[in-house]
T-cell receptor
Framework: DAGVTQTPRHEVAEKGQTIILKCEPV?????LFWYRQTKIQGLELLSY????????DGGAFKDRFKAEMLNSSFSTLKIQPTEPKDSAVYLC?????????????FGEGSKLTVL | QQNVQQSPESLIVPEGARTSLNCTFS?????YFWWYRQHSGKAPKALM?????GEKEEGRFTIHLNKASLHFSLHIRDSQPSDSALYLC?????????FGSGTRLLVSP
C-alpha cells in the first residue's frame, strides 16, 4: 500500500517567493492534515480537511498560508509570500474518517528553506 | 486549547538501559493517547496507543496512562541504537490531535 507522498522533499526559496507543496494521502483516507515542524515549536497544525471540506485553518497561519484539497487524493499548501521564518519541515498526514483514534499516517515531509 | 508537555527534551542512554519518556496533558479532553516515533529525516510513525487507564506492553515497549493525573509515559526496555529518534506523544478527542514537542532520544552503543 502506498503511504502519504509529499513533493518536493526539499525546496529553497528567496524571501517573497510563492511556493507550493503537494501531498497525496493514503488511498481511501478522508482526513488530511498539514503540519509545520520546527525544533522550537514542534508540530503546529496548519490545516485540516475532512472529506475535502476545510474544518480548521490553523488560525495564526491564515494570512500567508493556504491549503486546498482539489480532490480526495491530492492537496496543496501554498505559502505566499515566503519569509525566512517559514523555514521548517512541512508534514502532511492522513487518517481514516470515522475512526477518531488519532492514528495519523505521515509523509516524510517537505523541507523548506527561505533565504 | 489543550497543550502537552513532554519531558525530558533530550536524553542520552547507553545501549541496554531502560528509558522512560513522559507526557503531561493540560486537561482531560483527549480520549486516545499515542506515541509516535520519528527517525531523522523520516515520517513520524505511530508506535503504540492506549484508550483507558493502565498499561500496555508490546515487545520492549510499555506505555502507561493515568487519566486522573493526566500523565502518559513510554518505557523502553533494553534500549537499542535503532531506538534513537524523536518521540512524540499525542492525544486525540474527535478529530483534534494535539502533539507534544517531543523527546529526542540517543542510545549510545
Amino acid at each position: 500500500d502506498a503511504g502519504v507522498t509529499q513533493t518536493p522533499r526539499h525546496e529553497v526559496a528567496e524571501k517573497g517567493q510563492t511556493i507550493i507543496l503537494k501531498c497525496e494521502p493514503v488511498s481511501g483516507h478522508n482526513d488530511l492534515f498539514w503540519y509545520r515542524q520546527t525544533k522550537i515549536q514542534g508540530l503546529e497544525l496548519l490545516s485540516y480537511f475532512r472529506s475535502k471540506s476545510l474544518m480548521e485553518d490553523g488560525g495564526a497561519f491564515k494570512d500567508r498560508f493556504k491549503a486546498e484539497m482539489l480532490n480526495s487524493s491530492f492537496s496543496t499548501l501554498k505559502i505566499q509570500p515566503t519569509e525566512p521564518k517559514d523555514s521548517a519541515v512541512y508534514l502532511c498526514a492522513s487518517s481514516l474518517t470515522g475512526r477518531d483514534t488519532g492514528q495519523l499516517y505521515f509523509g516524510e515531509g517537505s523541507k523548506l528553506t527561505v533565504l | 486549547q489543550q497543550n502537552v508537555q513532554q519531558s525530558p527534551e533530550s536524553l542520552i542512554v547507553p545501549e541496554g538501559a531502560r528509558t522512560s519518556l513522559n507526557c503531561t496533558f493540560s486537561d482531560s479532553a483527549s480520549q486516545y493517547f499515542w506515541w509516535y516515533r520519528q527517525h531523522s529525516g523520516k515520517a513520524p510513525k505511530a508506535l503504540m496507543s492506549i484508550f483507558s487507564n493502565g498499561e500496555k506492553e508490546e515487545g520492549r515497549f510499555t506505555i502507561h496512562l493515568n487519566k486522573a493525573s493526566l500523565h502518559f509515559s513510554l518505557h523502553i526496555r533494553d534500549s537499542q541504537p535503532s531506538d534513537s529518534a524523536l518521540y512524540l506523544c499525542a492525544g486525540t478527542g474527535g478529530y483534534k490531535v494535539v502533539f507534544g514537542s517531543g523527546t529526542r532520544l540517543l542510545v549510545s552503543p
